[in-house]
């Protein structure tokens, strides 16, 4: 376009005879010089692209002659100087914290993260905020993995080949000038849901220059469901924002709301302040979870049920109406749903007016969400423990209807220019859409994305995604508190922004994120920055959220929804099976399919690594002959996806869930070919739940990497538990229940150390912990844990320091679950250390079992006499020692442990070691609160309590007196500093059933008469003992 | 004077004689016996048996070598150890050739003292038998750890960094018992053989094998002043070795039963270990001396006598062996532990290893007991078999001990099943290379039964004591 007319002008002011070659050279254009540039490098050229021959000479030549000079980057072909002054607060060997947040689904998470000498290692919760808490999930504190990924798209490339982002910025601003004309009505932008103002604005610039241009939002997993609940129950969208502090009894629609969307953190915390016993005056809540599968909430449910989503719906409006919400349709009790079990939850409820919550789950259907809502206005609840809030989305649209006609659009051919910023719709757009087809005839496709994936693949331009920790920009939290985003490192790979890239578009090229995101808070005004912008700018950095920013409550919220809207069916019955389709806890949508840490995470409850599977109740899959492992078809109307089946006890019967994020295809080495994609099988009519699925056996078997395979306690009495008339009639229960009693020391060696400096324990709270595994990634971030991967995990050799372990007890169709965190136990009397035969674990004069990695020869005999299990062996080199970008992301205050040497819980030695530095500077005592061990900062449910036992005021020390305190396997007088604290739950009187074990303390009788729960084994043995060696880990 | 074919095969069939075998068969003189034993090894020819016998070892060793090779490279991860099955094959195996070695050093030492006649026909293989075991057992240990360079650490070695091993470990203790057996062992063995040393060299026709067995020989002339040495020195090792016999199964016991696994920690180990080691010690013995007394045409010195009174130790043995698992179940019940109770009961018996567990009953108690006849006992084509399932049997004892006990222990939540891979099995295989390997070069190039002490059993030498 520009280049015949520049090279023309060329020839007619040039004289004489003039020779070229291409009409790039003759118009002397940036892009040729460029391309002169790369060609013909007169520096040195740029170490790009694949080793070469050629590239292999020079880069010898240059190692061997810079040999010695080694760092991290290149060295500048400038002039470099050494510090004269240190920078300020840069203190080689001292990490620096910054608060930032990081984004799922473009909701920001606020966190703080550690950063060592410019380089960040670990993300955890921002404590200053009400939306984190300091608590960061397992996909929250995974990003830092992403961020060094090494295969990230590293440049600029038009159909594969390199290209720099000056040309991409010219080929642009020609096709936009061309476009101009229309009103830039063949320009679409496609992004994921934007919640941050400034590319909001930058975006709203944009379509005030091209008026026709449209922008599209779209995200797989996002809260299409919640809005159009609001929608359907207010006919406006608007943000439910809970006050479950506030609530006395919750029910939970199929929701999963401590570890899912924006409110995930804040609700956890929320739960846990009414459950921690150990804080002494809590008015314990009751929760009630009805849901299609086993949800990580619900294991903390007093009473839970599990119905396919065509009955839980039906049980939802007969909820409503028995709470005198006119409700059209079918609303009486569905038979499934116990009588006494439904007048228990219906009196509950109605007897906390104003002091209850329902909650729908943000992957359930719209109409649950909008019964939900007529529910909580029917209670009194609104405004009392339910907010309703302006959403977070900048803008809120019906996505799935954005995208149909996005994708209508371009293949009507009315799309010229499309600017994919973010997201993979070519992965996961619904299959109906035909999104690849569509794509076509589109002129020209562009994609900024952080990797090279699915949808670069068919894109013209791709342009390297900054990841968030590497680029400036700004998002809501929760209740739509900004978070300043800054940068933590330039970006690696000299990535742009989604903002960066919107402001190339509207022309404002020069200006960095950085100046973007200032800019535009600068002109929000007096109301949000007040006088001095610079001190409200400092503070948002600092504290990592803008003042005066929260969204406002929206008033008057009434539910116009009638009754034949909240008796609409979306889950018809349709004989077959219900399909439910979910994220996954940890891949997420896909987005972190090539994240090791998130393969590797054991999922919540099924403790499934590296796979989806299809999730059968054990006995919907014995009616259909189907075993662990067997690989079934799943038909949805035509389209098919082959699953391997997984007993899921806890599961609703007649129903099957599947997981969404796996079987990438671009995902990079990790990711690729993980799992199966089930995104084919999800149409836009049916995101959530379909009906009518037919499940066939192929005959094929697929092994499922799980970490636990049995779920049976055996009788055995490792996780104590009571109702709360249980725990008031006799607090000591749990102590009550242990074979010698806890107390007994016993032992042949007169000598007893006195531990009378420091004296470390944990304490972990089991009425608090719903599995989540945050602790599990924040520990595996923390110690430089490495990944080993699906086959090592087959065989039974996963390194996590801190697992969860899972049991389930009673009715094995609807069992109860419990979890169990176990960290190591740093037990006084380790077993561990005594058979060591080179003294490479051995105890520390504060009662650390410490681990001497340069002396550890590898014998194994400790992990063998571990009666926990807790230790972890490096069977092969599983360290990767060889990728640069890896060698960052590891803390550099842990050890990188070798093969063949044993590793495990360290109880964060090294944060107590800077906790002690510190403490000696100032000349004191480490006070408590100063050590928080990793998984204790990531825990959204407070359940871990850390600290010095020898600190009557400390937190562990009340902890470790409770009456709920107990040590696991006491009775081996192994006497372990991890101890547990009982679970308390608080049921409905009238569904109480007994869970302490009898209160004379030798109740089980010399030769394991049954103790509590051996009723169940032998129930549950029957129909579980598929799964007691299911996962058959080699 | 070398026997005649006539002789010889008359020999061989009172030494067959399934009624009424005599320690030696009659017809031997001084010079017969050494002729015939010292003969195999002085020997010329390599026979076609022997040759294909050695290679086919000799493969397995390759094999082994190469598995080392393999596992140094690549850590051990190759074979299928996991969490919570932290020992494997290595430690199993390292368990079974132990105490296989048991039984050499009962016949030398124990019965030496004991002055059982009969055991100087068998005492010299046994003992080489002991120390190729041995040395098979040795591998494993210093193999089987993470950073075998590092395996160093386990000695009493002066450091700069001033540690020591940790003593409490059973671990360091193995490695004082294992080479202490190791060395007393091979000096025992070796100061055995130099009074036939010297008659090899005596004999040798080839240079070379005279200036070895020379050298070897010690300048050994068989002058009384020699003989009250010698004899004083075997005494003064037996002595030594003795206890051995005991104490290095029970340490090696003690690498379970000091732990608190359910399943290892049982105070009955030590005899029970001491017991089981004798069982397949003797049950090698066996397996090794049926082919070869046949092969080298040595029942008249190797008779039905020696093989009955082995199987009679084998019955002996079985019986502490079934003693001993029939009180590891009571002491399950007994224990009032819930997790022993579980260990024996749910996980030994009824577990998914329980078919090992049965395997090993049938192998160890069940089928010894056809050792009641005389008709098994003398029969050597059902005592090579029986023999082969001992040991067979033994070996699963060690893996249920192993296995069993650590897939299933205290929390449920950890339990995991153990697969061997390709590695696991080849390792034991090459060390079964290696070890047959070891044994035909000892009976091709050693003088596979003691010459002298057999001529003490000839009339001839009582004769001149009488005549003294």
Same mark, same amino acid.
């Given at each position: ?70 760092? /991290? ?224 909430? !619900? ?54 007016? !104003?002091?209850?919550?329902? @909650? ?46 996005? =994708? ?82 330039? $970006? ?157 006890? *806890? ?45 066939? !056996? ?44 806890? =107390? ?34 924040? /520990? ?46 740093? /037990? ?12 490479? =674990? ?57 093969? *063949?040497?044993?590793?495990? /819980? ?33 825990? $959204? ?30 009775? &081996? ?62 | ?37 010292? *003969? ?8 076609? !048996? ?301 577990? $998914? ?6 395997? &090993? ?8 007991? @056809? ?40 929390? $449920? ?56």
């Amino acid at each position: 376009m520009g280049l015949p007319v520049a090279a023309r002008s060329r020839t007619a002011s040039v004289g004489g005879r003039r020779y070229w070659r291409s009409l790039e050279e003759l118009a002397e254009t940036p892009d040729f010089q460029d391309y002169l540039e790369r060609e013909f490098p007169s520096q040195l050229p740029q170490f790009i692209d694949p080793v070469s021959r050629r590239k292999f000479m020079v880069l010898m030549a240059a190692s061997l002659g810079l040999a010695g000079l080694t760092a /991290c980057t290149r060295p500048s072909a400038n002039k470099i100087l050494p510090y004269v002054q240190q920078p300020e607060n840069i203190i080689p060997g001292e990490a620096l914290y910054y608060a930032t947040a990081v984004l799922l689904s473009g909701v920001a998470f606020p966190v703080l993260v550690e950063s060592h000498m410019g380089r960040p290692t670990k993300i955890e919760g921002n404590p200053e905020h009400p939306a984190s808490q300091g608590a960061a999930t397992a996909m929250l504190a995974a990003q830092v993995l992403d961020l060094y990924d090494p295969d990230r798209a590293t440049t600029v490339s038009r159909l594969g080949s390199i290209r720099t982002y000056d040309e991409f910025a010219e080929n642009l601003a020609n096709v936009l000038t061309a476009s101009a004309a229309n009103g830039g009505e063949g320009v679409r932008i496609l992004t994921e849901t934007v919640t941050s103002p400034a590319l909001a604005d930058q975006l709203k610039v944009f379509r005030a220059k091209y008026p026709a241009a449209k922008w599209v939002q779209w995200e797989p997993a996002g809260r299409h469901a919640a809005r159009a609940g609001a929608m359907a129950a207010f006919g406006r969208p608007v943000d439910a924002v809970l006050q479950l502090e506030k609530a006395d009894v919750i029910l939970s629609l199929d929701a999963d709301f401590m570890v899912e969307g924006p409110g995930h953190l804040n609700y956890a915390k929320a739960y846990a302040k009414r459950r921690k016993l150990r804080d002494g005056d809590v008015t314990p809540n009751r929760m009630y979870a009805v849901e299609s599968h086993p949800t990580t909430t !619900g294991t903390l449910a007093e009473h839970r049920l599990a119905l396919k989503p065509s009955v839980l719906e039906q049980f939802a409006r007969a909820a409503a109406a028995a709470l005198g919400v006119a409700v059209g349709g079918e609303a009486s009790r569905p038979a499934q749903v116990p009588e006494a079990w439904f007048n228990a939850l219906v009196e509950d409820l109605k007897g906390a007016r !104003g002091r209850s919550v329902v @909650v729908a789950g943000e992957q359930s259907p719209a109409t649950l969400h909008a019964l939900a809502h007529a529910m909580n206005a029917a209670l009194g609840n609104a405004g009392a423990t339910v907010e309703y809030r302006e959403p977070l989305e900048a803008e809120p649209t019906d996505q799935f209807a954005a995208l149909r006609q996005l =994708t209508d659009d371009m293949s009507a051919g009315k799309v010229q220019v499309l600017m994919i910023l973010g997201g993979n719709p070519v992965y996961n757009a619904p299959p109906e859409l035909e999104f690849v087809k569509a794509m076509d005839r589109v002129a020209l496709k562009t994609h900024l994305s952080g990797w090279n994936d699915e949808t670069s693949e068919y894109c013209h331009w791709h342009i390297p995604e900054a990841h968030t920790l590497e680029a400036w920009g700004d998002a809501r939290a929760l209740d739509g508190t900004v978070t300043v985003m800054q940068p933590l490192i330039a $970006p690696l790979y000299g990535g742009h922004s989604a903002l960066e890239v919107m402001a190339l578009m509207n022309g404002i090229p020069a200006k960095t994120g950085y100046d973007l995101v200032r800019d535009y808070w600068k002109t929000a005004g007096a109301g949000v920055v007040g006088a001095d912008f610079e001190a409200w700018w400092r503070r948002a950095l600092h504290n990592g959220f803008a003042e005066n920013t929260t969204l406002p409550a929206v008033a008057g919220v009434a539910v116009t929804a009638d009754a034949a809207a909240l008796g609409r069916v979306s889950v018809p019955e349709a004989g077959g099976l219900e399909l439910i389709f979910r994220t996954d806890s940890a891949v997420y949508d896909g987005r972190f399919a090539n994240n090791g840490w998130m393969q590797e995470l054991p999922r919540p409850g099924s403790t499934l690594t590296w796979d989806n599977a299809a999730e059968f109740s054990p006995k919907t899959a014995e009616g259909m002959g189907v075993k662990e492992g067997d690989v079934v078809s799943l038909d949805v109307g035509g389209r098919t996806v082959e699953l391997p089946a997984m007993l899921t006890p *806890g599961h609703a019967p007649d129903s099957v869930t599947v997981r969404l994020g796996f079987g990438r295809r671009r995902a990079g080495q990790v990711g690729n070919d993980v799992g199966v994609d089930v995104y084919p099988i999800r149409s836009l009519a049916s995101p959530y739940v379909v009906a009518g699925v037919k499940a066939t !056996g192929t005959g094929k078997k697929h092994e499922l990497a799980r970490t636990q395979s049995h779920f049976l306690m055996e009788g055995r009495d490792l996780v104590r538990e009571a109702t709360l008339a249980e725990y008031k009639a006799n607090p000591k229960f749990a102590a009550a229940s242990e074979v010698h009693g806890a =107390t007994a020391d016993i032992s042949i060696h007169d000598f007893k150390f006195a531990y009378d400096g420091y004296k470390w324990g944990m304490s972990l709270d089991l009425s608090l912990c719903n599995g989540c595994n945050a602790c599990v990634t924040a /520990c595996q971030s923390e110690n430089n844990i490495p990944v080993v991967g699906r086959d090592q995990v087959l065989r039974g050799r996963e390194m996590h320091w801190l697992r969860v372990d899972r049991y389930y007890e009673g009715d094995p169709d609807n069992p109860r679950a419990l979890n169990q965190p176990v960290p190591c136990m740093h /037990c006084e009397n380790a077993p561990c250390e005594m058979v060591c035969p080179v003294a490479a =674990t051995t105890h520390d004069d504060e009662g650390l079992n410490a681990m001497v990695y340069n002396r550890c020869v590898g014998t194994r005999y400790c992990a063998n006499n571990c009666p926990y299990k807790v230790r972890r062996f490096n069977f092969l080199q599983y360290q990767d020692w060889n990728t640069e970008t890896l060698k960052m992301v590891r803390n550099p205050d842990v050890t990188v442990r070798q093969r *063949g040497v044993m590793e495990k /819980c360290t109880y964060c030695v090294q944060r107590i070691s800077g906790a002690r530095i510190q403490a000696k500077n100032e000349g004191r005592m480490i006070r408590d609160g100063d050590v928080v061990v990793a998984c204790q900062a990531s825990c $959204p449910t407070d359940a871990i309590v850390f600290g010095d036992l020898n600190d009557s005021k400390s937190q562990i020390a009340r902890a470790a007196a409770h009456p709920l305190n107990y040590a696991m396997l006491a009775e &081996l007088n192994v006497r372990p500093r991890t101890t547990y604290m009982a679970a308390v739950r608080n049921p409905h009187p009238s569904l109480a059933e007994n869970l302490a074990p009898a209160s004379n303390s030798h109740g089980e009788g010399p030769h394991g008469a049954p103790a509590h729960g051996d009723e169940m084994t032998s129930g549950v043995s029957s129909a579980t003992s598929a799964q007691s060696h299911v996962a058959g880990r080699g | 004077m070398s026997l005649s074919p006539e002789q010889v095969a008359e020999q061989r069939a009172i030494g067959n004689d399934r009624e009424n075998a005599p320690v030696m068969a009659p017809g031997y003189t001084m010079e017969s016996v050494t002729e015939t034993i010292a *003969g195999i090894p002085l020997s010329k020819n390599i026979r076609m !048996g022997w040759a294909v016998g050695f290679l086919i070892a000799f493969g397995g060793m390759n094999l082994l070598l190469l598995s080392i090779v393999w596992l140094l490279y690549r850590g051990v991860g190759i074979w299928g150890i996991n969490s919570p099955v932290g020992w494997g094959f290595a430690i199993i195996n390292f368990v079974w050739w132990v105490g296989i070695g048991h039984a050499g050093t009962l016949i030398s030492a124990i019965l030496l003292l004991l002055r059982q006649q009969w055991r100087m026909s068998i005492n010299r293989f046994a003992e080489a038998m002991t120390i190729f075991a041995v040395s098979c057992a040795g591998l494993f240990p210093l193999l089987h750890t993470g950073r075998p360079w590092m395996a160093y650490y386990l000695f009493p070695y002066p450091s700069t960094s001033g540690m020591w091993p940790q003593f409490r470990s059973p671990l360091v203790w193995d490695v004082f018992a294992v080479s202490t057996y190791a060395t007393v062992s091979i000096v025992f063995w070796y100061v055995g053989l130099v009074p036939d040393l010297g008659t090899m060299r005596d004999r040798a026709k080839n240079k070379l094998v005279k200036f070895l067995t020379g050298m070897l020989a010690l300048g050994w002339r068989g002058s009384a002043r020699h003989w009250h040495r010698y004899e004083m020195a075997s005494l003064l090792l037996a002595g030594l070795a003795t206890p051995l016999v005991v104490s290095v199964h029970t340490v090696v016991s003690y690498d379970f039963a000091v732990g608190l696994i359910p399943g290892w920690h049982v105070t009955l180990f030590p005899p029970y270990f001491v017991a089981g080691a004798i069982f397949s010690g003797f049950a090698m013995v066996i397996t090794l001396a049926i082919p070869i007394r046949w092969y080298f045409g040595l029942e008249g010195l190797v008779t039905l006598r020696h093989m009955e009174n082995m199987a009679k130790v084998l019955l002996a043995t079985g019986m502490c062996v079934a003693y001993g698992y029939s009180m590891e179940v009571f002491f399950g019940w007994y224990s009032a532990s819930r997790y022993e109770e579980y260990l024996v009961f749910n996980n030994r018996m009824l577990g $998914p290893y329980g078919w090992s567990y049965w395997m &090993l009953i049938l192998c160890n108690v069940i089928s010894v007991q @056809v050792l009641w006849f005389r008709w098994v006992r003398t029969n050597m084509f059902a005592l090579f078999i029986l023999s082969i399932i001992i040991n067979v049997g033994m070996w699963l004892e060690r893996f249920v001990i192993v296995i069993t006990s650590l897939h299933a222990d205290y929390l $449920p939540s950890s339990w995991g099943m153990y697969y061997p891979t390709f590695w696991d099995i080849a390792m034991f295989i090459g060390t079964i290379g290696f070890f047959l390997t070891s044994m035909f070069l000892f009976v091709r190039a050693v003088p596979m039964i003691s010459i002298f002490e057999l001529r003490t059993l000839l009339p001839q030498a009582r004769v001149k004591e009488v005549e003294k």
